[in-house]
């Protein structure tokens, strides 16, 4: 046998070629796994030292246990059996619920989502008594962006969501199947809402009997698109009284209703007037005029001699492709369908609940790096 030594042999693979990879691997999982412990620990200092911040400032907060969790694919805070109570001059609150938790991904540590756990107790200290509440829900979250200049976008999500009376049993919401919500600031200082409804039903003593016999306790749908005014004022320390002195008006560019036989859509703006009663007009669209009209009579929200004038006013009204436009306004205390008053409207209260506040995502390490 004759061996060619013109064609050369095969090269062998180097070994070092093969383990280069597995070692190179090895070291960025160590490396990260080092980060993960670090940047864990800082995230338990921050939510300590918010803890510490919000006492300073009168809240008294509670927890069993927390710690931080998730590892490799998030950052989870993890509290339980966590209670705060507000001091008398944010609100005198009190909220408690079995497990709240945060979580972020390790490479956006300025985008935060929080889960609360079920049942929430939840405390509201009114003019004459405590309102002593209990929560329920599938699923409740709420979800935090923030920048430099301080939270930037703000969502909420309830499923299936039901809220009674911690004593006496009695129920305030039925059931809410489903609630989204967005917030962003769009400018300076303007804030645009998005929420939608759909299938609250209320407690069986919470609408008057005339409104429940008109339309019922369900409200299949209810969307709103609107964007607030002078944000910084409202925001400052939640005051409806500062924020409308200040110049704030609420611009609905969007909002719709399915409530019985209302179908209802319309645009607009609202404010309050100086005794904080909701004041302003929009314009509305009736899908079904006869079937509204025929509700608010049956129900005894209106005269039959209301109706007869409502019905006239709908005749009289510009028709267009999604139904008959008619104004809708409150006004002096009173609600307005057309020419009609159909209901009265209230003062809101002047301060709102303030919730602690919530650390920006910018003051955690390694955030913006």
């Known amino acids: 046998m004759i061996r060619d030594f013109s064609t050369p042999a095969p090269a062998r693979r180097s070994r070092l070629g093969l383990i280069l990879p597995f070692a190179a ?190 339309f019922g306790r369900r409200i299949e749908l209810m969307r709103t698109d609107t964007t607030l005014s002078h944000w910084s004022a409202l925001a400052a320390d939640a005051n409806l009284a500062s924020w409308s002195e200040s110049g704030g008006r609420a611009e609905i560019a969007m909002a719709e209703l399915h409530w019985g036989n209302a179908r209802l859509g319309g645009e607009g703006a609202m404010g309050v007037d100086t005794m904080l009663r909701p004041e302003g007009r929009l314009s509305v669209m009736v899908t079904e005029p006869e079937s509204l009209v025929a509700a608010l009579v049956a129900g005894g929200v209106v005269s039959s001699s209301d109706g007869e004038a409502l019905r006239l006013a709908l005749m009289m009204a510009p028709r267009r492709d999604q139904g008959v436009a008619l104004p809708f306004r409150f006004q002096q205390g009173g609600i307005f369908l057309g020419p009609v008053r159909i209901g009265e409207a209230g003062p809101l209260t002047g301060q709102l609940p303030s919730p602690p506040e919530l650390p920006d995502a910018d003051d955690l390490p390694g955030a913006n790096p």
């Open 25 to 214: 691997f090895g070291v960025l999982l160590a490396a990260y796994g080092g980060y993960w412990l670090w940047m864990s620990g800082e995230i338990r200092k921050t939510a300590d030292n918010w803890i510490e911040e919000r006492e300073s400032e009168g809240y008294a907060i509670t927890v069993d246990r927390l710690s931080v969790s998730g590892f490799p694919f998030r950052f989870t805070v993890r509290v339980r059996d966590p209670e705060i109570i507000a001091p008398p001059e944010d609100g005198g609150w009190r909220m408690a619920m079995p497990e709240l938790s945060a979580s972020a991904l390790p490479y956006n540590l300025s985008h935060w989502i929080i889960a609360f756990a079920s049942p929430a107790e939840l405390d509201f200290e009114g003019d004459e008594e405590t309102s002593a509440l209990l929560a329920t829900a599938a699923r409740a979250r709420v979800s935090l962006a923030s920048s430099r200049a301080g939270t930037v976008r703000a969502g909420a999500e309830l499923e299936e969501f039901r809220l009674i009376e911690r004593e006496g049993g009695d129920v305030l919401i039925e059931a809410l199947d489903q609630l989204v919500l967005s917030s962003e600031l769009v400018d300076e200082d303007r804030m645009r809402i998005r929420v939608e409804m759909r299938g609250l039903e209320l407690g069986p003593d919470q609408l008057d009997e005339r409104t429940a016999n008109a």
